[in-house]
Nanobody
Framework: QVQLVESGGGLVQAGGSLRLSCAAS????MAWFRQVEGEEREFVAA??????ITYYADSVKGRFTISRVQTSVYLQIHSLKPEDTATYYC???????????????????WGQGTQVIVSS
């Protein structure tokens, strides 16, 4: 398993920006998910271990950017909307050969989550 620690959440006004960070204990592909209480965890974005390949949910393309520097992964969010309010989780896949899986079941390591609240 990979140890993951997120940071960077907070309260932001709609239209603002935020950068979430996730520090991993080793180099691996990583992803961001988000979850609203009472709803299923939703895939947001992912990045390959070397940062070359990125994946995005259609709902966030153009506003979210995933990037990494070695074992730290970042999620830059622009033009925040109230519907972006959620707890954001960093995750690492079970497989060493990540090819874009988006189901939470494909990820074996999870951070504790960081809350993002967007006020209108």
């Amino acid at each position: 398993q990979v140890q993951l620690v997120e940071s960077g959440g907070g309260l932001v006004q709609a239209g603002g920006s935020l950068r979430l960070s996730c520090a991993a204990s080793r180099l691996t592909a990583m992803a961001w998910f988000r979850q609203v209480e009472g709803e299923e965890r939703e895939f947001v974005a992912a990045i390959s271990w070397n940062g070359v390949i990125t994946y995005y949910a259609d709902s966030v393309k153009g506003r979210f950017t995933i990037s990494r520097v070695q074992t730290s992964v970042y999620l830059q969010i622009h033009s925040l909307k109230p519907e972006d309010t959620a707890t954001y989780y960093c995750a690492a896949p079970e497989s060493l050969y990540y090819t874009g899986a988006r189901s939470p079941a494909d990820f074996g390591s999870w951070g504790q989550g960081t809350q993002v609240i967007v006020s209108s």
